[in-house]
C-alpha cells in the first residue's frame, strides 16, 4: 500500500539541477523519517540520503554527499531532495520511503529493509 507520492523527476543534462519531492497526501508521517533512494538498471538500490522527522539530523550516501541536499517542510507533510551537479551516474528510479525516526538511534537508516512506506518512484535521467 502506497504513501508516498514522489515527483519533479525528469530529464537533465550533466551539471544541471533538479528537486524532487515526496508528499504523503492524506495521511500525516510528520512525525517520521523520510529516506531517498535509487535504482538504476541492473543494479542494486542504492542509498542517497535520510532526514530526522524534525529535520535536526541528515545523512547521504558517499556517492551524493556534497552535491544533494535534503529538507522537508512537516506543515506540508513533504520531504524534498534537492540534486544539483547531477551527473549521468544519477540515473535511476528515485524512490521515497518513510521509517520510523528510531532507525537513527539504531544506526540503521541507508538500510531500505528498515523503512515501511514507500513511494511508486519518479524517474531521474542525467544526459551527458
Known amino acids: 500500500q502506497v504513501h508516498l507520492v514522489e515527483s519533479g523527476g525528469g530529464l537533465v543534462q550533466a551539471g544541471g539541477s533538479l528537486r524532487l519531492s515526496c508528499a504523503a497526501p492524506?495521511?500525516?508521517?510528520?512525525?517520521?523519517?523520510r529516506g531517498w533512494f535509487r535504482q538504476a538498471p541492473g543494479k542494486e538500490r542504492e542509498f542517497v540520503g535520510t532526514i530526522s522527522w524534525k529535520g535536526g539530523r541528515t545523512y547521504y550516501g558517499s556517492s551524493v554527499k556534497g552535491r544533494f541536499t535534503i529538507y522537508r517542510d512537516n506543515a506540508k507533510n513533504t520531504v524534498y531532495l534537492q540534486m544539483n551537479n547531477l551527473e549521468p551516474e544519477d540515473t535511476a528510479v528515485y524512490y521515497c520511503a518513510a521509517a520510523p525516526d528510531e532507525v537513527f538511534t539504531a544506526g540503521l537508516w541507508a538500510n531500505g529493509n528498515e523503512y515501511d512506506d514507500w513511494g511508486q518512484g519518479t524517474q531521474v535521467t542525467v544526459s551527458s
Open positions: 492524506g495521511r500525516s508521517l510528520s512525525t517520521f523519517a
